[in-house]
């Protein structure tokens, strides 16, 4: 039924209701009729009966065998239902009988415990079917018993005509309730199936499509209401496309202003490294001369150790100063390219943090490079390693970059305690924007950015940006 259409499980329904009716129907019928029978049987049998005692009791009293004979003989003939008469005499045996050769085995005892206070009528089953056998007393038995045999045979075969009778009817009526069901079936389903017809038409995308009028009843009432939802979807879907269209030209404004501050971020980057490479490392590189010749020239020896130690820190923040302007610029990154400035910070990165951080590579060097894809690889590995660093206990970093299918894939993987549930909302309260910034500068690249949990249990994020303005590749 599960798999059946509505028109299907309609027609089903009413045949199964008609034919199970009918079952019940045929089933009471039976039953009633059967019982009517067997109760006729016995009230004819017992007024048989009771006709035989009363004529038969002077017979055999006079002992007149030939007259009793006669008399249940005539009766047997004159009735068709009854099957034998038995006379018995006032000890329970054999009187007289119209069996014409001898008594069925076992039929003498069936009233072997009959008294006034139980049921004159007893069923026998034979091989001739049920027959009700009635036994009335002649003189309250003081002379003998009539014994009266009804067979069900002709009753059976009245009850079986009229049921014949009765399956055929049910079979006109079945054939006629068939095409009932059909047109009743098909009345119902059919504006349903329209209703299904024009919503399988809008779900494809055919929005102009509605149900025609249909009569005033439930359905119909269904019909109004799904061509109203059909206008409301239509007038939803128009505002989608006008939000939806507004919303994309925010999202390429949106794109295009973090480009734009990107850029100037880069820009303001490239100028502070310029100007702490040159004017502020030559300042101090100045310095360090004067205080070399101050020293040199220093008569006291207190104040010249005292000048050798200034030159010193002096040094060292000029040290401090070019890696800090080389972190915010790598110049390599404008003359080598990104893979050699990858390889040339993850150098300085061991060297400044005792973490093992392994570099794998399908090529040499990428030239002609978009800048900004350059830039953004190069800060997302900046970023990921700053990252490792500061928020996990990793020993091992695998920093991988391969060319894929006209992509660039960058993979950074640590051994460290991975990212747990509720780290991101962490970060946003605490204003620490690193990883929604690398996936910022990876979106505004049309590239893809993700971020889970490796086998190791520590973290990995996947990078995949186009590969713009590709060179040759050395």
Same mark, same amino acid.
């Given at each position: 039924?599960?798999?059946?259409?509505?028109?299907?499980? %309609?027609?089903?329904?009413?045949?199964?209701?008609?034919?199970?009716?009918?079952?019940?129907?045929?089933?009471? *019928?039976?039953?009633?009729? !059967? $019982?009517?029978?067997?109760?006729?049987?016995?009230?004819?049998?017992?007024?048989?009966?009771?006709?035989?005692?009363? !004529?038969?009791?002077?017979?055999?009293?006079?002992?007149?065998?030939?007259?009793?004979?006669?008399?249940?003989?005539?009766?047997?003939?004159?009735?068709?239902?009854?099957?034998?008469?038995?006379?018995?005499?006032?000890?329970?045996?054999?009187? =007289?009988?119209?069996?014409?050769?001898?008594?069925?085995?076992?039929?003498?005892?069936?009233?072997?415990?009959?008294?006034?206070?139980?049921? $004159?009528?007893?069923?026998?089953?034979?091989?001739?079917?049920?027959?009700?056998? +009635?036994?009335?007393? +002649?003189?309250?038995?003081?002379?003998?018993?009539?014994?009266?045999?009804?067979? @069900?045979?002709?009753?059976?075969?009245?009850?079986?005509?009229?049921?014949?009778?009765?399956?055929?009817?049910?079979?006109?009526?079945?054939?006629?309730?068939?095409?009932?069901?059909?047109?009743?079936?098909? /009345? *119902?389903?059919?504006? *349903?199936?329209?209703?299904?017809?024009?919503?399988?038409?809008?779900?494809?995308?055919?929005?102009?499509?509605?149900?025609?009028? %249909?009569?005033?009843?439930?359905?119909?009432?269904?019909?109004?209401?799904?061509?109203?939802?059909?206008?409301?979807?239509?007038?939803?879907?128009?505002?989608?496309?006008?939000?939806?269209?507004?919303?994309?030209?925010?999202?390429?404004?949106?794109?295009?202003?973090?480009?734009?501050?990107?850029?100037?971020?880069?820009?303001?980057?490239?100028?502070?490294?310029?100007?702490?490479?040159?004017? !502020?490392?030559?300042?101090?590189?100045?310095?360090?001369?004067?205080?070399?010749? #101050?020293? $040199? =020239?220093?008569?006291?020896? @207190?104040?010249?150790?005292?000048?050798?130690?200034? /030159?010193? %820190?002096?040094?060292?923040?000029?040290?401090?100063?070019?890696?800090?302007?080389?972190?915010?610029?790598?110049? &390599?990154?404008?003359?080598?390219?990104?893979?050699?400035?990858?390889?040339?910070?993850?150098?300085?990165?061991?060297?400044?943090?005792?973490?093992?951080?392994?570099?794998?590579?399908?090529?040499? @060097?990428?030239?002609? #490079?978009?800048?900004?894809?350059?830039?953004?690889?190069?800060?997302?590995?900046?970023?990921?390693?700053?990252?490792?660093?500061?928020?996990?206990?990793?020993?091992?970093?695998?920093?991988?970059?391969?060319?894929?299918?006209?992509?660039?894939?960058?993979?950074?993987?640590?051994?460290?305690?991975?990212?747990?549930?509720?780290?991101?909302?962490?970060?946003?309260?605490? $204003?620490?924007?690193?990883?929604?910034?690398?996936?910022?500068?990876?979106?505004?690249?049309?590239?893809?950015?993700?971020?889970?949990?490796?086998?190791?249990?520590?973290?990995?994020? &996947?990078?995949?940006?186009?590969? *713009?303005?590709?060179?040759?590749?050395?």
């Amino acid at each position: 039924m599960i798999k059946l259409n509505i028109r299907q499980k %309609i027609f089903i329904t009413i045949l199964a209701s008609l034919f199970s009716l009918a079952i019940l129907l045929g089933w009471i *019928i039976w039953d009633s009729l !059967t $019982n009517m029978m067997i109760e006729d049987l016995i009230n004819r049998g017992n007024n048989i009966a009771v006709h035989i005692s009363e !004529t038969s009791s002077d017979y055999i009293l006079f002992d007149d065998n030939y007259a009793v004979h006669q008399l249940i003989t005539e009766t047997y003939e004159l009735n068709e239902d009854v099957r034998y008469i038995m006379v018995l005499d006032s000890n329970s045996a054999v009187y =007289e009988h119209t069996f014409s050769n001898f008594l069925p085995k076992g039929i003498i005892n069936a009233h072997s415990d009959y008294n006034e206070n139980t049921s $004159n009528a007893k069923t026998i089953s034979s091989d001739e079917g049920a027959i009700q056998d +009635i036994i009335v007393p +002649i003189e309250d038995g003081e002379v003998g018993y009539v014994r009266v045999g009804m067979s @069900e045979k002709q009753a059976n075969q009245y009850i079986f005509s009229k049921m014949t009778e009765l399956l055929i009817v049910t079979l006109i009526v079945a054939l006629f309730a068939t095409g009932v069901a059909y047109f009743i079936s098909r /009345r *119902i389903t059919s504006p *349903i199936q329209r209703l299904v017809d024009v919503a399988s038409g809008i779900s494809a995308g055919d929005l102009s499509l509605r149900v025609k009028s %249909i009569k005033n009843d439930e359905v119909g009432e269904l019909a109004s209401t799904f061509n109203a939802m059909a206008d409301n979807l239509i007038n939803s879907n128009n505002q989608i496309d006008t939000l939806l269209k507004q919303l994309q030209e925010k999202e390429k404004l949106r794109s295009k202003l973090i480009l734009q501050l990107l850029s100037v971020q880069e820009d303001e980057r490239r100028r502070i490294s310029r100007e702490l490479h040159d004017e !502020t490392s030559q300042a101090l590189t100045s310095l360090m001369v004067t205080m070399r010749v #101050l020293a $040199n =020239e220093a008569k006291d020896e @207190e104040q010249q150790q005292l000048l050798f130690t200034s /030159r010193d %820190i002096a040094a060292d923040i000029l040290r401090q100063i070019r890696d800090l302007a080389v972190d915010l610029r790598p110049p &390599i990154l404008d003359n080598m390219g990104v893979v050699s400035a990858i390889k040339k910070y993850i150098k300085d990165f061991k060297e400044k943090y005792d973490v093992d951080v392994s570099f794998y590579t399908s090529v040499t @060097e990428i030239t002609d #490079l978009d800048e900004n894809v350059a830039l953004a690889i190069y800060r997302i590995v900046q970023e990921s390693l700053n990252n490792v660093i500061k928020h996990t206990e990793a020993t091992r970093i695998k920093v991988g970059l391969i060319l894929e299918d006209n992509n660039i894939k960058l993979t950074v993987s640590d051994n460290g305690q991975g990212i747990k549930e509720g780290d991101f909302m962490k970060a946003q309260a605490q $204003n620490r924007i690193g990883i929604h910034g690398m996936k910022e500068r990876v979106e505004v690249q049309n590239g893809s950015f993700t971020i889970l949990t490796n086998q190791l249990g520590g973290t990995k994020i &996947i990078v995949s940006l186009p590969l *713009i303005q590709k060179g040759r590749l050395s």
